[in-house]
Structures are given as C-alpha cells and as structure tokens.
C-alpha cells in the first residue's frame, strides 16, 4: 500500500459505517434557537457539562462533537436519535454498549472532527499547528520534554525554524493523543514510553500512513495512523487498531449535522440564556 496518498483517491471507498467528519465552528454563530434546539437534542448530563463551560468557543465545540455522535450512530445503528444511549468509560471516552462501534472526537481552535469505525478501535486528535503559549517555545518545549521520547526529541530538534519545530512537535503531539484516546487511557500512561518513528513527511492535505509505532521499545505493528495535514494549518491525526484505507473528511453544515436530531430534553430558557452571554473566547 502507498504510503502517502491523496485525499480524494479513497473517497469513493467510504462505507457509511467508516466515517471522518469535520465541522468549522469559525463561522457558526448560534442563534438562541439554535442552541436551545440542539442543547435539547444531545443528553442531560452531556447538556449540564456543557452548560459549564465559561466561553461560548469551548462550548460550541463541545456540543459539536456531541451531535457528531449522535448523528453517527442514529444513522449507523438506526435507533432513533432519542433513544440513542452514549456512555463514558471509565476514563471519560464515550462508548456504546451492544454494537460494535467505535468513535472519537477531537477539537482544537475553530475545528471538531469526527472519525467513526466498526469492528476497528479508533481515536482522534487534531492540533492547530500554532504556538498559542504566553511562553518562550523554548521554554514550552523544556515544560513538555517528559512527555516525549528522546528519539522524537532528535527529530523535533531538526527543524531549522521555530516553525519547522512546532510543527513537528504538534506532530508527535497528535500521534501520541490520538494512540491515547483510541487505547481509552488518556494520560494516565508514561507518553515518554510510546515513541512514533515517521518515515515520511508530512504534505499539505495528503494522508501519510507508514508512521510506525513502540511502546517500551516493541514495535506495535497492529496499529496504524493516517496523518493529515490540513492547509498547512491543522494536523489531523487518526489512530486505528486494524489497517484499514484512509478516508477523506467531509465538512458537515449545521444543517447536515441536525436535520436528523430530535428533542430529547424540555425548553430550558434559562440554559439558553446563560449561553447567549457568555464571551467567545477568552
Ligand atoms: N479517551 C478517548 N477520548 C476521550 C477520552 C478518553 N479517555 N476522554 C474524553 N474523550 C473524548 C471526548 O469526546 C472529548 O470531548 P468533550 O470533552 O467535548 O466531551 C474529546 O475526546 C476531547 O478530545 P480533544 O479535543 O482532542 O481534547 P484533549 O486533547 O485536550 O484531551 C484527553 C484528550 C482528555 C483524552 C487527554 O488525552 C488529555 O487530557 N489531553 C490533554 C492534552 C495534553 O497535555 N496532551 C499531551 C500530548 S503530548
Ligand atoms: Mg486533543
């Protein structure tokens, strides 16, 4: 299989059970309608934790990457959406029970992807590649070195700019996190321990699959990544127990991601309101 492949060669290979979603909330304003319909679509208790969140920007991301969800198994188990029962594991992914289903979620900035798979273990991680620290990157990187394993430090370490080297630092960032979330753990493992080895670079919206993974030294070669550098501004990352082809991401409007909701929950004007104060982003 080639390693390095362009988007579009595999778009006719989706299946509608492997999905890869992607939703921009850069230009989503929600009216007060809009976000009563679909706090009221998405669970109680997912409603009252995002009901938490003191900017509208961690909000709507969150409750984007909800629908996602429910959007994906509605449409992939055919129970209808309000009865639909997402659960977290022990370690907060959402899971369901009695299908063999596997999803994640991932947001960073204006961005929340999705990648939904069957019989497959998967995760997802997606990073502006933009240091958004108050402090020096140097210092950043020094704050950050326990994470990463020495052998991945080399390869950060070559790039000639500082851009060079964020960007492949956010690299091993979304491999690690994407591993992390599809193993469920999140960080309560030693990331020093897992070490990706890239053998290719990566390219402008191009997938790159031959990135090889070991864990305390043994190569796990059950597992595989599909890395997308998205414009040169994201990387996208997807994680997956089963070699499976890479599939193209697919903007959803938010018409596309709610025409099949349905109202799970009574109005809550208060919910509403709150939300419609709150500041964008901090
Ligand atoms: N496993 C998989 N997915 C999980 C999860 C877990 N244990 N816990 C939550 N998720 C899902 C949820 O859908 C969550 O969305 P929500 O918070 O809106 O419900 C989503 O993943 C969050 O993913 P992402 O946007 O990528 O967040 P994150 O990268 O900040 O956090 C964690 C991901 C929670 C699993 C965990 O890895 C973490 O705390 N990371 C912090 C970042 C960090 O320091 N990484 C070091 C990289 S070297
Ligand atoms: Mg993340």
Same mark, same amino acid.
């Given at each position: 299989?080639?390693?390095?492949?362009?988007?579009?060669?595999?778009?006719?290979?989706?299946?509608?059970?492997?999905?890869?979603?992607?939703?921009?909330?850069?230009?989503?304003?929600?009216?007060?309608?809009?976000?009563?319909?679909?706090?009221?679509?998405?669970?109680?208790?997912?409603?009252?934790?995002?009901?938490?969140?003191?900017?509208?920007?961690?909000?709507?991301?969150?409750?984007?990457?909800?629908?996602?969800?429910?959007?994906?198994?509605?449409?992939?188990?055919?129970?209808?959406?309000?009865?639909?029962?997402?659960?977290?594991?022990?370690?907060?992914?959402?899971?369901?029970?009695?299908?063999?289903?596997?999803?994640?979620?991932?947001?960073?900035?204006?961005?929340?992807?999705?990648?939904?798979?069957?019989?497959?273990?998967?995760?997802?991680?997606?990073?502006?590649?933009?240091?958004?620290?108050?402090?020096?990157?140097?210092?950043?990187?020094?704050?950050?070195?326990?994470?990463?394993?020495?052998?991945?430090?080399?390869?950060?370490?070559?790039?000639?700019?500082?851009?060079?080297?964020?960007?492949?630092?956010?690299?091993?960032?979304?491999?690690?996190?994407?591993?992390?979330?599809?193993?469920?753990?999140?960080?309560?493992?030693?990331?020093?321990?897992?070490?990706?080895?890239?053998?290719?670079?990566?390219?402008?919206?191009?997938?790159?699959?031959?990135?090889? &993974?070991?864990?305390?030294?043994?190569?796990?070669?059950?597992?595989?990544?599909?890395?997308?550098?998205?414009?040169?501004?994201?990387?996208?990352?997807?994680? &997956?127990?089963?070699?499976?082809?890479?599939?193209?991401?697919?903007?959803?409007?938010?018409?596309?991601?709610?025409?099949?909701?349905?109202?799970?929950?009574?109005?809550?004007?208060?919910?509403?309101?709150?939300?419609?104060?709150?500041?964008?982003?901090?």
């Amino acid at each position: 299989m080639h390693s390095v492949l362009k988007t579009f060669v595999h778009s006719a290979m989706t299946s509608s059970n492997r999905v890869r979603w992607v939703f921009d909330c850069g230009n989503w304003f929600p009216s007060k309608n809009d976000w009563s319909k679909i706090s009221r679509s998405i669970q109680p208790e997912e409603k009252e934790r995002i009901g938490r969140f003191v900017f509208k920007r961690d909000a709507k991301s969150s409750i984007i990457g909800q629908l996602m969800i429910m959007k994906y198994l509605s449409q992939v188990t055919h129970i209808p959406w309000s009865k639909i029962k997402i659960k977290r594991d022990q370690n907060n992914k959402p899971v369901i029970d009695g299908f063999d289903l596997n999803f994640n979620v991932s947001h960073d900035e204006n961005l929340v992807v999705f990648a939904g798979e069957q019989n497959n273990t998967v995760g997802i991680d997606i990073m502006r590649n933009r240091y958004k620290g108050g402090k020096s990157v140097n210092e950043f990187f020094r704050i950050m070195h326990r994470n990463f394993n020495s052998k991945e430090w080399q390869v950060i370490n070559k790039g000639c700019t500082e851009e060079q080297k964020i960007n492949a630092f956010y690299r091993f960032w979304c491999l690690k996190e994407s591993y992390v979330k599809a193993t469920g753990t999140g960080l309560t493992v030693n990331l020093k321990n897992i070490c990706f080895v890239p053998k290719s670079d990566l390219i402008k919206n191009y997938f790159v699959t031959n990135t090889q &993974l070991f864990v305390d030294g043994q190569l796990l070669s059950d597992w595989v990544f599909h890395e997308y550098l998205y414009d040169n501004n994201y990387t996208v990352t997807v994680c &997956l127990n089963k070699p499976v082809d890479p599939i193209n991401f697919k903007f959803l409007t938010f018409e596309e991601l709610t025409n099949s909701a349905e109202m799970i929950t009574d109005v809550d004007e208060l919910y509403c309101n709150s939300f419609m104060a709150k500041s964008d982003c901090p």
